[in-house]
Every structure is written in C-alpha cells, then in structure tokens.
C-alpha cells in the first residue's frame, strides 16, 4: 500500500480541488509511472483512497504452464504465481501487488513533481472559472502591496489576490498598505499561465454596483439603471427609468437630502453624478442630459445621429460644462452628437457682430464661427477654447488668435 497522506502531504491544502478530479489526477500520475516500468499500464489497476489518503497499484495476468509464456505483460507463469500466492493454479488470474519502492528513488521523485504541476495547473484553472464568473461584481479587499502603479489587493472573501492598476483609479485615490478598498471585477487575464484578475473603479459598472447597494429599489427590480457614462473622479450621468409608477427613480436614487448619493460621491472622490429619468422620447432624453442647462429648442438629425440644441445666454455655458464634460458626457449617454446653439433674440446691446471683424479675422475663419452657431463675438467668447477646438476646424493657434481679437474690442469698451 502506497501512503499518500505521508509523501504527498504537500497536497493536503489543495481545497480547491474536488475529490473526484484528485483522483483522476493520482491515477494519471502512477499509469504514466507504470508505463514508463513496463511499457504498458493495460493489465494494471490502480485504486486511490482519497478518504484514507492511500493507493494501491496492481499487476493482474493470466497464469500459464510453465514454458507457455508468449507475452510477458499479460501472461505470467504458474511458478511465479505460486511464488506470489501458494493457492493459484493455471488459467486464474493472477493479482501482484506493486510497491512504491519498486519503482525506484528517482522515478517516485519525478512523479512527486509531475503531481505538484498537475495540481497547481489545476489550481490555477479554479481560480481563473470562478472569477471569470464573478466579472462585474463587486468585491472588497485589503491593499497588501504597492508596486510603482498598481495595487495589489487580497479578496477579503476569497484570499486571493487581485489587480489594481493605477489606470484603474480614481483621480484624487490614495491607498496606503491595510486600506480596504471597494472595486468590481473587470477581467481576468491569463498571463505566463497563471489568472490575473484586474479591478476597477472607473468602469461604469463600479458606480451601477454602487448604487445597487445604497438604493433597495434598484437591488429589486422597481427601478432600473438604463444607461452610465463617467469621467470618473469628475462628472457622471446616469439615466434610470421607474416600473412603479408611485416610485420616482430620481428621488430614490438621490435620497432624502442627498442621504444616498451622497455616500456614492464620497466613494468616487466627490465625483459630480447627474441622475436623470430615461426615456425613449429622443429629443426629450437630449435635453435631459444637458442638465443643470435649460434647453429652449432642439433639433434632431436622426439619420446622422446629430442634436442642434438652442439655448438662452446664460444657459450655454451650463450646457457645455467646465472644459467641456457636461456637453461630452450628454452626447455619450444619448448617442447624438450635440452641438450648442446660443438663441439670437433679445440679443445684448454691448455684443458686437462678428461680420465687424472682417478687416482683422478671414472671412473663412469667420464662417467656420458661423457654422456652429456662433454670429457674435460673446457667442464666441462663451465657449471654452477646447469646446471651439472640437466642433470647428480651426487649429488652436487661429482659435488663440481669434479670442485675442474678440476681447480686445471688449476690453477696450
């Protein structure tokens, strides 16, 4: 009887690994053993006891009359079954015991290895099924390592440990060695072949999983997260629509006073979200998304998934946001490209039109202004140079050029 609990003790750990696949496993090992002895492992059995840590190899041939021994692998001679067991005669089978130490010191010690790399391949591949099947979860672990920009976190459920890269942190995170860290799990990767299993805080899904957990209705079913765009650590809308008609999803999901976002914001290092009601009125949902900016017209090109969105003065820098996020983040969520408009009635008195520069701007650079809405040089002045950058065709350079002009003539009123 071969004793596995003493010589392979080294797997007495593996709980990852069910019974029947160790099993499996033991007999691999040993039927690659027995070949490489006797050319064959055809007429050997091999039993394992998994509960009482043991293996037993048997030999079994077919006892013949001395002399008539044609294949000594399957047939063995009735004066060597009798040296086995006095009680054999001819035609029976005959069963040998194998030892370990049979196969000598260096081919247990090469199969000691072989099992150590089968169990942790096995290992290995446990690991990467079960977190292959928790991607988008969320999970909650302890920094144990800090190295240049990444974070490595131990699974305060599992053990195991996890990958944080730096490019997947907030701006404004700072961890320490001990901190306890919350982050959903956004892929496994199998490198040198060993799981890798990478963590986020900027994917979408971190914040939807978020608000699951500070917002019962949405954990039930009442209230559904339709759709999430992020700049994580700056702005985030979020659209949610109600299947209870007495349940209004934005005031759910924002609490009495603030009570639930609140603990969200803290989490994303005071990340600004929007929460909005979703609906599949196009035009509506568009002027949804511009919020805290008040729409008074929208036009929609819904062949080229373009939005022409008119507002009042004073109400076009709300739309387009602080270097543009708010205008970004809206064209995300409502898949519309939205260009901003400043309504033209009840114009300033103090505004000067921008067919007035003509001596000191090109026409074709004027028409480009014109092109996006902008006919006054404050309409211009209003949008922010990076906002001019992306829907004209200027180079920053002329853009630069052309706000040098413009506030000069109100400079010097």
Same mark, same amino acid.
């Given at each position: ?63 013949? &009359?001395?002399? *008539? ?5 399957? %047939? ?6 009798? =040296?086995?067991?006095?009680?054999? *005669? ?6 040998? %015991? ?14 000691? %290895?072989?099992?150590? =790399? ?22 909650? #672990? ?19 440990? +996890? +990958? ?35 963590? =986020? ?6 914040? *939807? ?6 917002? &019962? ?49 803290? *989490?994303? !290092? ?16 568009? %002027? !949804?998304? +511009?919020? &805290?900016?008040?729409? =008074? ?15 009042? &003065? ?9 270097? #543009? ?20 009635? #009840? ?67």
């Amino acid at each position: 009887m071969i004793n596995l609990v003493d010589i392979f003790s080294d797997f007495k750990s593996s709980k990852n690994i069910d019974r029947p696949t160790m099993v499996r496993v033991l007999e691999d090992v040993f039927r690659t053993l027995i070949k490489k002895k006797f050319g064959s492992d055809e007429n050997f059995n091999v039993i394992v006891n998994t509960q009482q840590g043991d293996l037993e190899l048997w030999r079994v041939r077919q006892i013949v &009359p001395d002399g *008539e021994v044609t294949d000594d692998r399957s %047939q063995v001679s009735i004066s060597e079954a009798l =040296s086995i067991d006095e009680s054999y *005669e001819i035609g029976e089978e005959c069963y040998e %015991q194998l030892f370990l130490e049979d196969f000598g010191r260096r081919s247990i010690q090469a199969a000691r %290895q072989t099992l150590i =790399s089968r169990i942790m391949e096995l290992e290995k591949d446990d690991i990467y099924k079960k977190y292959v099947e928790r991607v988008g979860e969320m999970v909650v #672990g302890e920094i144990s390592q800090i190295i240049k920009k990444e974070f490595l976190i131990i699974d305060d459920t599992t053990g195991h440990e +996890l +990958l944080l890269p730096k490019l997947e942190t907030i701006k404004g995170d700072y961890f320490r060695k001990g901190d306890m860290v919350r982050c959903i799990i956004k892929r496994v990767e199998m490198k040198n072949n060993t799981p890798v299993v990478v963590v =986020s805080r900027t994917d979408n899904v971190f914040l *939807e999983k978020l608000l699951e957990q500070e917002v &019962p209705e949405i954990e039930d079913g009442i209230i559904a997260v339709k759709r999430i765009v992020r700049l994580p650590g700056e702005r985030a809308k979020v659209a949610v629509e109600s299947y209870d008609d007495r349940v209004d999803p934005v005031g759910a999901c924002v609490g009495m006073k603030g009570s639930r976002i609140h603990g969200i914001v803290r *989490e994303l !290092r005071n990340e600004n979200i929007d929460i909005i009601n979703y609906t599949s009125n196009e035009s509506l949902f568009i %002027q !949804r998304a +511009l919020t &805290p900016a008040k729409v =008074s017209s929208i036009e929609l090109d819904a062949v080229n998934k373009r939005a022409s969105v008119y507002l009042d &003065p004073d109400q076009v820098s709300l739309a387009i946001g602080k270097g #543009g996020t708010n205008i970004k983040l809206a064209s995300k969520l409502t898949g519309y490209e939205i260009d901003v408009y400043r309504n033209t009635d #009840g114009q300033e008195i103090d505004d000067v039109d921008l067919d007035e520069f003509t001596d000191e701007i090109d026409a074709w650079v004027l028409d480009e202004l014109k092109r996006i809405g902008c006919d006054t040089a404050r309409s211009v002045l209003e949008l922010s140079k990076q906002e001019l950058v992306r829907r004209t065709e200027l180079e920053e350079e002329t853009i630069d050029e052309v706000l040098k002009i413009l506030a000069a003539e109100f400079d010097e009123e």
